[in-house]
């Protein structure tokens, strides 16, 4: 695939997560995303093979991003501090870039069978990477036993990218309310390390 092949299949990429988040799946059709993105239809075909085609790329695209995905390729495991840190930021930049298209989609899936199908086990896969990842941190000692691993991975969902959903969906009207969100970010993940009992005296000793 040529630089501009590649580029021309990120910008029908990033116009259909634009509308899919604006007005579902059943509503976004091959012509409005070729419309949004400034190409032929045919292109769109041509690169993906069909709607289903295009959405199967665009939700394999977040899986890459996506922490419980991710952490397989941590480059320092052992480090769960660091690992977690980064995971976070992950997730936030996931969040606050396609968190709209991921809600709407989550929803469609109720309904829509090919979403359904594209989707599957992605959300609940995303939990069990992360679940695997904090089960192993609790053998090495570096977090309480006492927890269930899927437990903390539904935690730690909840004190990242549900937080950015949370402004997605408010908007303006949380504008200048609290720290800056890298900031907000951080200070989330200090209290989701602090209740998982990794402390951080533990990862600088």
């Known amino acids: 695939m040529s630089a501009v092949e590649r580029e021309t299949r990120q910008v029908i990429l990033d116009a ?3 509308l899919l988040g604006e007005r ?20 769109i075909f041509r690169q993906f093979g069909s709607k289903k085609g295009l959405l199967r790329a665009l939700v394999e695209g977040w899986a890459a991003t996506m922490a419980g995905f991710a952490v397989a390729e941590a480059s320092a495991p052992e480090d769960t501090r660091g690992t977690l840190e980064s995971l976070a930021a992950m997730e936030v930049r996931q969040a606050l870039q396609f968190g709209a298209p991921a809600m709407r989609l989550a929803f469609d899936a109720r309904s829509e069978p090919d979403v359904m199908e ?9 939990l069990e990477g992360l679940a695997g990842y904090l089960a192993a941190r609790q053998e090495a000692g570096d977090l309480r036993q006492d927890l269930d691993p899927h437990a903390m991975a539904e935690a730690f969902f909840a004190l990242t990218s549900t937080f950015i959903m949370s402004r997605l969906l408010l908007g303006e009207r949380l504008a200048g309310l609290g720290p800056e ?25």
């Open 16 to 18: 259909a997560a634009e």
């Open 24 to 43: 579902g799946y059943r509503a976004t059709t091959t012509r409005a995303i070729a419309e949004r993105a400034g190409v032929n239809e045919v292109t």
């Open 118 to 126: 594209v989707m599957g086990a992605g959300p609940a896969g995303n």
């Open 181 to 205: 969100t890298d900031e907000t970010a951080r200070q989330m993940l200090e209290i989701y390390l602090a209740g998982v009992g990794l402390k951080r005296e533990r990862e600088e000793s």
